[in-house]
């Protein structure tokens, strides 16, 4: 499964930004999409997560400032990012999930989002 993200960048505090997330070349359905982050120096942690069904979980840091969504159809997700903050400076990763006897988890190439104060 390749993992094509967009929609990093600059903004500052207080601002939004909206990344996307298409995945292609899955044989099987993907079970869950969603974003994760590492800050330099840090853990790569979930953001959030969505299923296809659209049930959803938010990192309780992000809770009520950020919305994920996702269309099947197109096999893609998204993040709307509000009310940011210089805490969440960091590479955004979009993750991917498949399941079927076997656990698949597959990572996009990571994409800057820098929030000045």
């Known amino acids: 499964v390749l993992l094509q993200a967009s929609g990093g960048g600059l903004v500052q505090a207080g601002g939004s930004l909206r990344l996307s997330c298409a995945a292609s070349?899955?044989?099987?359905?993907?079970?869950?999409m969603g974003w994760y982050r590492q800050a330099p120096g840090k853990q790569r942690d979930l953001v959030a997560s969505?299923?296809?069904?659209?049930?959803?979980i938010y990192a309780d840091s992000v809770k009520g400032r950020f919305t994920i969504s996702r269309d099947n159809a197109k096999n893609t997700v998204y993040l709307q990012m509000s009310s940011l903050e210089p805490e969440d400076t960091a590479v955004y990763y979009c993750?991917?999930?498949?399941?079927?006897?076997?656990?698949?988890?597959?990572w996009g190439q990571g994409t800057q989002v820098t929030v000045s104060s």
């Open positions: 993750h991917a999930r498949t399941i079927t006897t076997t656990v698949y988890d597959y």
């Open positions: 070349g899955s044989r099987f359905s993907i079970n869950r």
């Open positions: 969505i299923t296809s069904g659209d049930t959803t």
